[in-house]
């Protein structure tokens, strides 16, 4: 369990659905407090449709109050953050305190444009391989990717053990 543990899940339109829905709601089950953080107030739709509130906009946030950093995946959702700048100090700034930072499917694309991927193994969707290794990341094709702080996913199939190696790093 971890009780009392603040997650903040970075999102915004676009998102693929279960990868956003899924991990928030293992998360939450396993007593997490998780909160849904956009670039702008109401709600954010996914790819398939789902709705999602949002918790609180990005330029409300401090990350001193989180312990984790999810980044959902979908092609639009992370393309769409690592085209703005304050998303992408976010990230930065969050991967740079060494608290967890978990990125699924394309979301390492943020992980990319934030810096943090140069010598470090990570997994995603396999078209970001390329993306990957140009950024000097060891490109790894397996379920989940740990390496220090970063937790990396391919897809949704992965959800499960990518969910379980963020509530890992946080017990």
């Not at 909160?35 to 789902?50: P, Q, R, W």
């Not at 700034?93 to 978990?102: C, E, I, S």
């Not at 391989?129 to 490109?139: I, Q, V």
């Amino acid at each position: 369990m971890i009780e009392g543990k603040k997650i903040i899940v970075l999102a915004t339109d676009g998102f693929e659905d279960s990868e956003l829905k899924k991990p928030v709601e293992m998360l939450k089950n396993a007593g997490a407090d998780v909160k849904v953080v956009s670039l702008e107030s109401g709600e954010i739709e996914g790819k398939n449709g789902t709705k999602v509130s949002v918790d609180a906009t990005l330029s409300s946030v401090n990350i001193a109050d989180f312990d984790a950093l999810v980044l959902p995946g979908g092609v639009v959702n992370p393309d769409a953050l690592r085209m703005d700048e304050s998303a992408v100090k976010f990230v930065k700034d969050f991967h740079a305190t060494g608290k967890t930072t978990a990125a699924i499917c394309h979301a390492p694309w943020l992980l990319i444009e934030a810096g943090a991927t140069s010598g470090k193994t990570i997994t995603s969707w396999p078209s970001l391989k390329t993306d990957l290794e140009n950024s000097g990341a060891n490109w790894v094709d397996q379920q989940v990717a740990i390496d220090g702080n970063i937790i990396t996913s391919r897809n949704p199939d992965d959800i499960p053990a990518f969910s379980q190696a963020i509530i890992d790093a946080l017990n």
